[in-house]
């Protein structure tokens, strides 16, 4: 199977964690997109989707999906997105696409959080993937030099400003083995957004997609 392959099957897997009648909370990136094509085949089964970033509302609704904003929702059961890199503690780094802050809103405020991804993205320990950081622009070299005091090697994502109008670091060289605390140390820094460690929010299930099918991981 190819890795797209992967995808697909782990974004029609998904669809049985979609609740009938309620609003589903939709992630970004390849795999999400995967999911929103899933998602069009049942759209009359649901009441609609909370997007995680405006590439996700505008594919949504190119599907006839009716979008809510966040803040006329207190309720969203599910939340379904994809990883960059996943343990098997649930824990994720998130942000390649670079919405992170979106999609950690959205999964702040849903019940279960469902991973969807190929197993390329299951990893022991999280860090090979660069993490992405959030950050104010006027703040971007302050936050680099406490990255560079993490341990961390900054890059400005080139030619790139987030939904909300920001920067985003990608941080290398980073080997996370107590993901909570560093999301918490990240989070303090003056200028930061969020970063895109989802430890203290983790997944409640992985559905992984494997050359021999979809495999449901829950945290070990
Ligand atoms: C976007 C994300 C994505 O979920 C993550 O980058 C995985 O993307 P893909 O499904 O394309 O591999 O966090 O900000």
Same mark, same amino acid.
């Given at each position: 199977?190819?890795?797209?392959?992967?995808?697909?099957?782990?974004?029609?897997?998904?669809?049985?964690?979609?609740?009938?009648?309620?609003?589903?909370?939709?992630? #970004?990136?390849?795999?999400?997109?995967?999911?929103?094509?899933?998602? +069009?085949?049942?759209?009359?089964? !649901?009441?609609? &989707? *909370? @997007?995680?970033?405006?590439?996700?509302?505008?594919?949504?609704?190119?599907?006839?999906?009716?979008?809510?904003?966040?803040?006329?929702?207190?309720?969203?059961?599910?939340?379904?997105?994809?990883?960059?890199?996943? #343990?098997?503690?649930?824990?994720?780094?998130?942000?390649?696409?670079? +919405?992170?802050?979106?999609?950690? !809103?959205?999964? &702040? *405020? @849903?019940?279960?959080?469902?991973?969807?991804?190929?197993?390329?993205?299951?990893?022991?320990?999280?860090?090979?993937?660069?993490?992405?950081?959030?950050?104010?622009?006027?703040?971007?070299?302050?936050?680099?030099?406490?990255?560079?005091?993490?341990?961390?090697?900054?890059?400005?994502?080139?030619?790139?400003?987030?939904?909300?109008?920001?920067?985003?670091?990608?941080?290398?060289?980073?080997?996370?083995?107590?993901?909570?605390?560093?999301?918490?140390?990240?989070?303090?820094?003056?200028?930061?957004?969020?970063?895109?460690?989802?430890?203290?929010?983790?997944?409640?299930?992985?559905?992984?997609?494997?050359?021999?099918?979809?495999?449901?991981?829950?945290?070990?």
């Amino acid at each position: 199977m190819t890795q797209d392959e992967l995808k697909e099957a782990v974004a029609r897997a998904a669809l049985d964690y979609v609740v009938e009648g309620r609003i589903v909370g939709v992630g #970004t990136g390849s795999t999400a997109r995967k999911f929103i094509e899933s998602l +069009a085949g049942i759209k009359d089964r !649901i009441a609609g &989707a *909370v @997007a995680s970033s405006e590439d996700t509302r505008q594919r949504l609704e190119g599907h006839g999906i009716r979008v809510f904003d966040l803040n006329e929702v207190s309720d969203i059961p599910v939340y379904i997105d994809g990883a960059d890199e996943i #343990t098997p503690h649930m824990h994720m780094i998130k942000g390649g696409g670079g +919405a992170l802050t979106r999609e950690k !809103i959205v999964a &702040a *405020v @849903a019940q279960s959080f469902v991973c969807i991804a190929d197993a390329s993205k299951f990893v022991d320990v999280l860090g090979a993937f660069p993490l992405p950081v959030e950050v104010i622009p006027m703040a971007a070299a302050h936050v680099s030099r406490e990255l560079v005091k993490l341990g961390g090697t900054p890059v400005q994502r080139p030619n790139f400003v987030t939904d909300n109008g920001n920067l985003i670091l990608d941080v290398k060289g980073l080997r996370i083995t107590d993901p909570e605390d560093l999301e918490t140390r990240i989070n303090q820094i003056a200028g930061v957004v969020t970063n895109g460690l989802f430890a203290l929010r983790p997944a409640n299930v992985c559905l992984l997609g494997t050359p021999n099918g979809v495999r449901t991981v829950k945290a070990s």
